[in-house]
């Protein structure tokens, strides 16, 4: 059997935090949980999507601090270009728009976010994963 991807941990400063960032910004859902005060690890994913690949967010991380020309990031699709300027307004007004909205790749609509840990989660719009 070749290897499959199951899940990606992030080891994040503040577990909640982080928790409620994916399921609003995101729509993950918690589908496993083992904290106890605030400390411990919880597994997320987007709904019907918990056997594809998940999201362990583990306590006890530091903060990430990306440079602006860093290019790591969880790619996202969403449904229109529209629903790409709702995220980044609502990223500008709370401080986290990492990048702006663009047309960084051709006929791809791209803008980044901020999570709570530092980490850039890019939301786009008609982006081919892989290029073609």
């Known amino acids: 059997m070749s290897p499959r991807m199951t ?3 992030l080891h994040v400063k503040t577990l909640d935090d ?3 960032f994916y399921e609003d910004y995101c729509d ?3 589908i496993h949980k083992n904290v106890d005060g605030g400390e411990g690890s919880v597994y997320m994913s987007e709904v019907g999507r918990q056997t594809d690949i998940v999201f ?3 306590s006890g991380g530091d903060s990430l601090t990306l440079s602006d020309n ?5 790619g996202f699709a969403v449904e229109s270009k529209h629903a790409v300027d709702d995220i980044a ?3 500008r007004k709370e401080n986290i728009l990492f990048f702006e909205p663009d047309e960084y790749l051709p006929g791809a609509y791209l803008c980044g976010v901020k999570d709570p840990n530092g980490n850039c989660i890019e939301f ?3 982006h ?3 290029p073609v």
């Open 18 to 20: 982080c928790v409620r």
């Open 128 to 130: 081919p994963v892989p």
């Open 56 to 58: 362990q967010l583990k």
């Open 89 to 91: 307004d609502k990223a």
């Open 124 to 126: 786009g719009y008609n």
């Open 70 to 74: 860093e290019e790591r990031h969880f």
């Open 28 to 30: 993950m859902r918690v």
């Open 7 to 9: 899940h990606i941990c």
